[in-house]
Structures are given as structure tokens and as C-alpha cells.
């Protein structure tokens, strides 16, 4: 596939994309979104160093200035490419792919994504050339700048406790390990706080575990730690830190987007009836759970790039999505693990204080039974979408209402499926929620059924 995605570049280092790919991305940035002033910042991946360096060669060659973060986590480009008011910002990073992957994450000013159709697109087709225009007449400069130790201030100061709390902090070997320990060390002491951490060294081997906590094996160690020293929970990050998910005191894994009406619940105190966003494939109970707490949820499409901008479109306060993606109003619309992560641990310790557990926090949202998201490789994606949906209707009739913005969401009285075409996988993904595990093995044994003859 395409080093050039729906929300970034992204691919096999050597295969999809080259250092001379990277050069000339940043050749023909500058031109492409008008920019003069770019923020870079760089995981820990192998090829990352070598990836800087070829990126501000292309960048100031082409006229642009850039101020290097280095060693950065994607929320804090973000961030700052917002707070300090650059044209545009480059984090180079593959997230939560394998160590053999990298690519780069590309925002306009304001920290709003650039995507395919807002610019990745163009730059695709213009590398495609192999041209390039002039250098220009005076070439930019590549200066480093140092905003960790306002970044974790900022954070510090969001007044979020979780004293006397238990927990464990697993950084996947990824680039959180740069402020785990400043966010959240908490040394055993009188309130009976105390926190572990696992994986704390930034290593783009990834010697320990995949840097994507989706995978369940990526969360056996710190299931493991959480059960072994009776935590009160477990927090782990993806490679970048964008996203971030959790286990219980049992070490059982909490779906992400069931934490989002947890999170909109610190913002619907300030901000009541406040409007929260989620993706197509949300819990039908998370979404009840907004609304009992009188939030207006608003759904959308699945993706950095796409909810970013709907986070401004409906003016929402924070949003989630099923990968763990969360999103703040306050943090320039974007999305911030460590933002989440603070706020999921401050909730977890009111309910600690109030005699209660993680898991008991979560048990009013977990209402009905869920596949998960399962990945099917399909050739002719959208005769088996269409297929799906004729063999649902049926079977089981019309459903209530159908939300075919992305890909497709039917929902029934008794639940509902969402079947969508990856835009950075070839795959169909589909999951099947219901009240009870019979209607969702039903519902899911007759699609599989339905898409085994597009296999």
C-alpha cells in the first residue's frame, strides 16, 4: 500500500517510503501549506535520527525554518505547534506499528491535521514528479528547542490528584518514557500511594513488547504486575503516546471507548450538557453513559484527522474513539495520552476514596457484549459491504436508523454492527455489539458467513 494514508505517511522503512522520499516531503512542504516556520519532533525508532536529519534538509533548503523538539511524544507537537504559533509541524513517528515501520504526522497551523485530501494528496502527486521547485534564495535554519519542562507543567497543573492510589505505568519502550516518571511517580507514603513502571526506556527495538496496546499480548506484562501486586489499575501507552488504554484491578483489559464518558464526566462538571464526541464504533453503553450524565454525544468518523476538525465543528469539550484516541477542547482539540491518562487515574482514585474499584466504576457502562473490532482481508471491499448489510436487513428486518458515513452502523433494538473499510489496512473491520452474547454470536456468524464468499 501507499506510504501516503488517510491521517499521515506512514509505512515499511526501505520499502513503501526512503530518506530521499523524506527529503523530498520536505521540499515540497513549505509550498504546499504555505508555511515558512515548522516544529519537528521525532520518536525513538531506529530510522527516526536519520529521518530528522533528511526532513530539515529538505525543509530549509526550501526556504523554511525549523525549531527541533527531538525526543518528543506526538501530543507535545501538537501542543506546541498550537501554543507557540508555528505555520505547520512534522512529528516523525509509525505510533503504534512495528519497529520496522516509520513515518511522519503532519499539522497546520493551530494543530489542525493535514490529511488526504487536505494536502497529503498534493504532496503525493508532486513527489510522484520527482521534481522539485528552486531552492530557495535564502535558506531556512534548523535551530533546537527545548519544551519538555513546560509540557509537563502544563499538565501538572490541570489539577488532577490520584493520591492514594496504586497503580503501574507501562511506557511500551516508547517515547512516554521521556515523563512518565515527572507525571507519575508516586512513592509508597502516608496516603498509601505508590506507582511502578515498566518498559520506562525509550528503545525503538522495542525489545520487551509491540508497541500497540490493541494487542493483547502488548498487555500481559502489566496485567500481570497489576494482579501480582494488587494495584488498583494499569495504565499503558502506544509507542508515540498518543493513545493510551487501561487494565483493572484484575488486570482485565477496559475497552477504550468505554472511558469516554469517564473522561467527559471531569468537563461535564464545569460544562454541563457540554458536547462529547466518539467514532462510529462506539459502545451503544458508552453512549447511554454520556447522556445520563446529561452530555450531547456527537458521532463521526474514525481518525485523528477527522475528529480534530469535528471537535472544532460542533465546539466539543472531549471526545474518544474505540483505538484510544482522547480528545480536549483545552489541548488545542487534539489528542494527548497523558492528558488522559491523568484524568482516568484522578477518577479512579475518587472511586478508590468512596470505597469503590475500577471495575465497579466501569460496570454501569459495560451493558451489552461485543466482538471487538475483528479484521477481515477482503478483496472487493464494497460488494461485501453491500452484502452484509442486504443479508442484515434480511434476516432481521430494517433497522431503527443507519449511519453510513463511514462505512456502515445499523442499529437494531437489540444492538447493532458497524462494518468500515480501513484506510490504512486492507482490511474490512467489523464489530457486533448486542444485549446478549446469542444475538451478537448470531449476528456475527451470519456476516462472516456472508463475507467468506469475498475472501
Excluded at 519532533?41 to 525549531?67: F, I, P, Q
Excluded at 511522519?104 to 514528479?129: F, N, Q, W, Y
Excluded at 454541563?272 to 450531547?296: E, M, Q, Y
Aim: net charge neutral; with cysteine; glycine share 8%.
Amino acid at each position: 500500500m501507499s506510504f501516503f494514508k488517510a491521517y499521515d505517511m506512514r509505512g515499511e522503512f526501505g520499502k513503501d517510503f526512503t530518506i530521499d522520499t523524506v527529503y523530498r516531503v520536505g521540499r515540497w512542504l513549505p509550498s504546499i501549506l504555505g508555511a515558512r516556520r515548522f516544529l519537528i519532533g521525532r520518536d525513538m525508532r531506529l530510522t527516526s535520527d536519520a529521518m530528522r536529519d533528511a526532513l530539515c534538509a529538505g525543509l530549509n533548503e526550501a526556504g523554511a525554518d525549523v525549531d527541533d523538539m527531538g525526543l518528543s511524544t506526538t501530543p507535545m507537537v501538537y501542543f506546541f505547534t498550537a501554543k507557540k504559533d508555528y505555520d505547520a509541524s512534522v512529528m516523525i513517528t509509525a505510533s503504534h506499528n512495528p519497529k520496522t515501520n516509520n513515518g511522519m504526522k503532519v499539522s497546520k497551523r493551530g494543530a489542525i491535521p493535514v490529511g488526504g485530501d487536505t494536502g497529503l494528496g498534493l504532496l503525493e502527486s508532486r513527489i510522484a514528479t520527482g521534481k522539485f521547485l528552486e531552492p530557495a534564495p535564502v535558506p531556512g535554519v534548523t535551530r533546537l528547542v527545548s519544551y519538555l519542562p513546560e509540557y509537563i507543567s502544563w499538565l501538572k497543573n490541570q489539577g488532577l490528584s490520584f493520591e492514594g492510589l496504586r497503580f503501574a505505568v507501562d511506557c511500551s519502550d516508547g517515547a512516554a518514557g521521556i515523563l512518565a516518571h515527572s507525571l507519575f511517580d508516586m512513592p509508597n507514603d502516608l496516603f498509601g500511594s505508590e506507582s511502578f513502571f515498566l518498559n520506562d526506556k525509550p528503545d525503538g527495538d522495542f525489545p520487551h513488547h509491540s508497541p500497540n496496546p490493541l494487542a493483547a499480548e502488548a498487555r500481559e506484562q502489566i496485567s500481570a504486575l497489576v494482579r501480582e501486586k494488587k494495584l488498583d489499575c494499569g495504565l499503558i501507552f502506544d509507542g508515540d503516546a498518543d493513545r493510551v488504554m487501561f487494565v483493572d484491578e484484575k488486570g482485565t483489559f477496559v475497552q477504550p471507548d468505554y472511558l469516554i464518558p469517564v473522561i467527559a464526566r471531569h468537563f461535564l462538571k464545569k460544562e454541563p450538557k457540554a458536547t462529547v464526541i466518539h467514532d462510529i464504533r462506539t459502545s451503544r453503553g458508552a453512549i447511554n453513559a454520556l447522556k445520563r450524565d446529561g452530555a450531547k454525544p456527537v458521532m463521526g468518523k474514525v481518525g485523528h484527522a477527522f475528529a480534530k476538525v469535528l471537535m472544532r465543528q460542533v465546539n466539543a469539550v472531549c471526545g474518544g474513539e474505540l483505538a484510544g484516541h482522547y480528545y480536549f477542547r483545552d489541548f488545542v482539540n487534539c489528542d494527548s495520552g497523558e492528558l488522559a491518562a491523568l484524568i482516568v487515574l484522578s477518577a479512579v482514585a475518587e472511586a478508590k476514596a468512596k470505597g469503590s474499584t475500577f471495575s465497579k466504576l466501569m460496570k454501569p457502562i459495560l451493558r451489552f457484549q461485543t466482538t471487538g473490532e475483528c479484521n477481515f482481508r477482503i478483496e472487493d471491499k464494497d460488494a461485501a459491504l453491500n452484502a452484509a448489510r442486504q443479508t442484515m436487513e434480511a434476516t432481521y428486518g430494517k433497522p431503527q436508523s443507519v449511519a453510513d458515513f463511514d462505512g456502515i452502523r445499523m442499529e437494531y433494538k437489540d444492538g447493532w454492527i458497524s462494518i468500515r473499510k480501513s484506510n490504512t489496512e486492507p482490511f474490512l473491520r467489523l464489530i457486533v455489539e448486542a444485549k446478549t452474547a446469542d444475538i451478537r454470536d448470531a449476528w456475527y456468524r451470519l456476516i462472516v458467513e456472508t463475507f467468506a464468499a469475498y475472501q
